[in-house]
């Protein structure tokens, strides 16, 4: 889990970093500030989420499981456009074995096993 919970708190620094670079972006004359600044807003409350998710997973808070799950199921349409709609195929394979490696590290059985508390020693027996 403490895996999985790094990658996820990879991806929030990536959609911290992306607001970042949307915040540089609305900068440029001709661009309009409010939407792009907005825009960054979002994906500041999205990494910052994803950053307190992978940090609960890292430390071991089973709750942090459910909503990590969730968000690789939300990226998956994410992947699927930059393959397919926006061509940016070297992008999108590996976006998306990031997200297909996150997403398996969270659906295995240990972590099935872990998440219900199974993995305690004295909880088989």
Do not use: K, N
């Not at 394979?93 to 096993?113: D, K, P, Q, Y």
Request: net charge positive; charged share 10%; glycine share 14%.
């Amino acid at each position: 889990m403490r895996t999985a919970g790094i990658l996820v708190g990879v991806q929030g620094l990536l959609a911290v970093a992306f607001a970042a670079a949307l915040g540089v972006r609305s900068l440029t004359p001709g661009v309009p500030a409010g939407s792009v600044l907005g825009e960054a807003a979002y994906f500041v409350v999205i990494g910052a989420a994803l950053l307190a998710v992978g940090g609960g997973l890292v430390t071991g808070r089973r709750w942090a499981r459910t909503p990590a799950i969730v968000t690789q199921l939300l990226l998956l349409p994410v992947v699927y456009s930059l393959i397919g709609p926006s061509r940016q195929l070297v992008l999108g394979i590996v976006a998306g074995a990031f997200v297909v490696t996150t997403f398996m590290l969270l659906i295995s059985e240990r972590s099935r096993e872990w998440s219900m508390g199974l993995d305690l020693p004295d909880a088989r027996g």
